[in-house]
Structure formats: C-alpha cells, structure tokens
C-alpha cells in the first residue's frame, strides 16, 4: 500500500486527506504531520484555561461563498452545514461589505471544527510537533526529516504549509527548477510540483480563499 504524507493539518492538509480518501480507487497508508500542538493551522480555535467552553478563533472567523464557489463547490458547503459545522452568519457585523450573492457562513462549534471533520473523515494517521526540516529522495523513495526522532519514507508527500515555509525546507525538493523561481508573495497560490523524472511524487497545494 502506498504511504501518503500530507504536511500541516490546517484547511489544505485535512482536505486534502479526506479527498484523497474519498475519490482514490487504491487503498492509500495516509499519514498527516504538523509541527503545532493541534490542528488548524491559521484557522485555529484555542480554549480559555478557565473556561474551556468559551473559545476564540484565531486566524478565519468567517467562510464566505461567492456565486462562483457556490457553483464549483456546494457540496462541500452542503456536507459541512448537513452536520453542523457551517451555519448561515445572520448577526450583521459593522463595517462589513457584502457582495451581491455572497453569503457569509460561521463554524458554532470554533472554526477549527471544518479542520477536525475533514481529518476524521480522512481515517489519516494524525502526529502532532513533527516539524518536518528536510525531504530527499533515496531509492525511490521520499525521505522525510523532522525536528526530532528519525527520518521516514512516503511514495508521495503533499506540502499544504504557506510557500515560504517550503522554501526554507532543505533537501532535494530545493531542486524545483521545472517551476521556476518563486517569490514569498505567491504564498497563496497553488502551486503544484511533480517530479516528472521519477514515479514518485512530491505535490505542494495552497488554499486560497477570498474573505
Ligand atoms: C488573521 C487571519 C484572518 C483570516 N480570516 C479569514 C476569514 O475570515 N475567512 C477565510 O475564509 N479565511 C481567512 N483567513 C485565511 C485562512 O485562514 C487561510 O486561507 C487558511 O486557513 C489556510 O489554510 P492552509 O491549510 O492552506 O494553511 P495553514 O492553515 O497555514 O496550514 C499549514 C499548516 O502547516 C503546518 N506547518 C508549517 N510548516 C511546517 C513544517 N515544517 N512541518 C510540519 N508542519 C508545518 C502549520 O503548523 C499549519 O498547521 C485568515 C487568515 C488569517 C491569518
């Protein structure tokens, strides 16, 4: 069985996880590495140490669907408001500045929950403080350095952290040239890398949205 790592377990990494669930035919080993404590990445919701029901979004407070989202993507938003996860934001906000057809939804449960669904719908292994540094191909295969503890192999490895935080990883991957070079500012895009020269495959993603 093949083994997929996804890195960071923020909206891209639990996504994508879950997407790779649902739409392979093949049975896939996934695994998913991120160098925090928990899940969420920039849309993470933290708990009061006094109150661990009162909670703040830290980073996305809001998902917002465009016409055009609405068109490309509505069963994703259908699968997250069937369970809960998503509610239609009501309570107007000052200073907000709505589109024709857009609609503005919020996570009641914190925002880190649209993160949570995707990670257990994916059936992934989940390692939390593994802080991958360095990523070389041997044998045919991704080796995978991290911060502690010994490096380990994939058949594909997934990069779903900002841009620049790729560029500082070291290692064969540095050797992206097919892409051309990139700067920090394309941090939001996608941007897809595919070692053509070997059956291996190296993928880095970005979510982009518009907020
Ligand atoms: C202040 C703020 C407000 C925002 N408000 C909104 C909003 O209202 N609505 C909206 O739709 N969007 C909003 N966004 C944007 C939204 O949060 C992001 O588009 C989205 O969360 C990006 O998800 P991601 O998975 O691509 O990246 P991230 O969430 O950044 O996930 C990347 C993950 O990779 C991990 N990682 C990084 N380097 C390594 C490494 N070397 N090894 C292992 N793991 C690593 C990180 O810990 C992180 O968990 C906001 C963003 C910010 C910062």
């Known amino acids: 069985m093949a083994r997929v790592l996804i890195v960071g ?3 891209t990494g ?16 996934l695994v998913v590495w991120d160098k925090a404590g928990d899940s969420g990445g920039r849309m993470t919701t933290a708990n009061s ?11 996305a407070q809001y998902i917002t669907r465009t016409p055009h989202y609405a068109k490309k993507h509505q069963s994703f938003y259908d699968e997250l408001l069937v369970h809960g996860i998503l509610k239609p934001l009501t ?3 000052e200073g907000m500045v709505m589109k024709e057809g857009d609609c503005n939804f919020v996570a009641p ?10 990670l257990k719908e994916s ?23 991290k911060e502690t503890a010994s490096p380990e192999q ?12 790729i560029l500082h ?5 540095t050797n992206r040239s097919s892409t051309g070079p990139m700067s920090s500012s394309e941090a939001s895009l996608t941007a897809p890398f595919f070692r053509e020269s070997t059956s291996e495959t190296f993928i880095a993603l970005g979510f982009y949205n518009t907020y």
């Open 9 to 11: 377990a923020g909206l």
């Open 14 to 29: 639990s996504l994508c996880a879950a997407l790779l669930k649902k739409e392979t035919a093949r049975p896939l080993h």
């Open 49 to 59: 140490p006094h109150n661990p029901q009162s909670t703040v979004d830290l980073g």
């Open 91 to 93: 309570s107007p906000i």
């Open 109 to 118: 449960q914190g925002i880190s929950s649209i993160i949570k669904h995707y």
């Open 123 to 145: 059936g992934a292994d989940i390692y939390f403080r593994q802080c991958v540094t360095q990523i070389n191909l041997r044998n045919g295969k991704w080796e995978v350095f």
């Open 154 to 165: 994939f058949d594909i490895v997934v990069l779903t952290m900002p841009i620049p935080q």
């Open 169 to 173: 990883l070291q290692g064969d991957i």
